[in-house]
């Protein structure tokens, strides 16, 4: 199977910078997509950012302009560098991975990394 873990989390001031990863780790796989998710306290899961395997990006509007994806193909590994942090980006990230592991398509997630962000 493949493992997705999350690193990168914790407490800053408003205004303030955090920078997550994301590392895959298994066998005989291919990676599509990957992104960040987020679950604030009583509110659904949504997308925050996603790239493809040939690096197009898709923000969600509240972090477009603040937040930046990227990824590491030799790595397996996304990031999700987050400036200007305001309180309503307090949640925990998941990382989501899309690939393709002995000719099936399926998806992988992280446990997931908090970030709180203090005003």
């Known amino acids: 199977q493949v493992q997705l873990v999350e690193s990168g989390g914790g407490l800053v001031q408003a205004g303030g910078s955090l920078r997550l990863s994301c590392a895959a780790s298994g066998s005989g796989f291919s990676i599509n997509a990957m992104g960040w998710y987020r679950q604030a306290p009583g509110k659904q899961r949504e997308l925050v950012a996603v790239?493809?395997?040939?690096?197009?990006?898709n923000y969600a509007d509240s972090v477009k302009g603040r937040f930046a994806i990227s990824r590491d193909n030799a790595r397996s590994t996304v990031y999700l560098q987050m400036n200007t942090l305001k309180p309503e980006d307090t949640a925990v990230y998941y990382c989501n991975a899309d690939f393709i592991r002995w000719g099936r398509r399926s998806d992988a997630w992280g446990r997931g990394t908090q970030v709180t962000v203090s005003s």
């Open positions: 790239i493809t395997s040939g690096g197009s990006t």
